[in-house]
């Protein structure tokens, strides 16, 4: 993959991995567009010359109005960064969970990022070349026990980008697999954890997409990937000390 002169959607780009990447992707001679929920950020995000566009993936309606959008004003879209994802911890034995914040985050992490991917591959479809990017996770190998919600939406997701990859095999269109580290960003800033620094993360991963690597992570991510088929119980116990 070429990274310059490509036309870019990234969702939750207005912080965290999704920002950083952006910033780079657009210093490299991309046009990125930002999706994101929050006013505030998206506004920011325009200051700094990005193309945003106001989303709320929880919601259809404003899937629906923002693929009717990207249709209409970026018709060369060539690379979809399925990069949204919010996570709640919580024992799901021990605590009652409002319903609402259940479902946000299956609607927000799976099902709102596949009907937008579902809408978006027409346009995608148009381009000489154009390819998929999903964020996934590792506990989307391996379960973590105060985020199983999350933990199921990363499952969802993997088996997702795989299917996807397959059906679109003989399409111009290519589906990869994004994998991050805990890395340091607000989603994480409560998290006792050794962290990853974004900016080392986007360095590593820029090479990886550029070789449209099919899985593109760091090698932690890619031994944890095997502990968690041959040794589950040693994953749990990895899992464990960050609580």
């Known amino acids: 993959m070429k990274l310059s002169n490509q036309t870019i959607l990234i969702t939750g780009g207005t912080s965290g991995i999704g920002l950083a990447l952006g910033k ?38 404003d899937i629906e109005a923002a693929s009717v959008l990207i249709q209409n004003k970026y018709p060369q879209l ?12 919580y024992n799901f034995l021990e605590q009652v969970i409002p319903p609402n914040k ?35 996770s590792g506990l989307g190998m391996h379960p973590k026990k105060d985020g199983l919600v999350y933990s199921a939406s990363k499952a969802a997701m993997r088996n997702f980008t795989r299917g996807l990859r397959t059906v679109l095999q003989k399409s111009s269109i290519k589906v990869l697999e994004f994998i991050p580290p805990v890395t340091d960003t607000p989603m994480t800033s409560g998290r006792a954890e050794n962290k990853m620094p974004v900016q080392r993360l986007i360095d590593l991963i820029l090479p990886q997409i550029e070789k449209e690597r099919s899985m593109i992570t760091v090698p932690i991510m890619r031994l944890f990937e095997w502990i968690a088929f041959l040794f589950p119980s040693l994953a749990d116990r990895i899992l464990s000390k960050g609580d």
Not at 109 to 134: D, H, K, M, R, Y
């Open 24 to 61: 780079a992707l657009r210093e490299k001679g991309n046009q990125v567009i930002l999706l994101g929920r929050n006013q505030e950020k998206l506004v920011a995000a325009s200051g700094l010359g990005f193309e945003t566009i106001s989303c709320d993936l929880s919601k259809i309606a």
């Open 78 to 89: 060539n690379l979809l960064f399925n990069n949204a994802g919010i996570q709640y911890n």
């Open 102 to 136: 259940i479902a946000q985050e299956i609607q927000v992490n799976v099902s709102g990022q596949i009907i937008l991917t579902q809408l978006l591959i027409p346009v995608l479809s148009n381009a000489e070349q154009a390819w998929i990017i999903n964020t996934t």
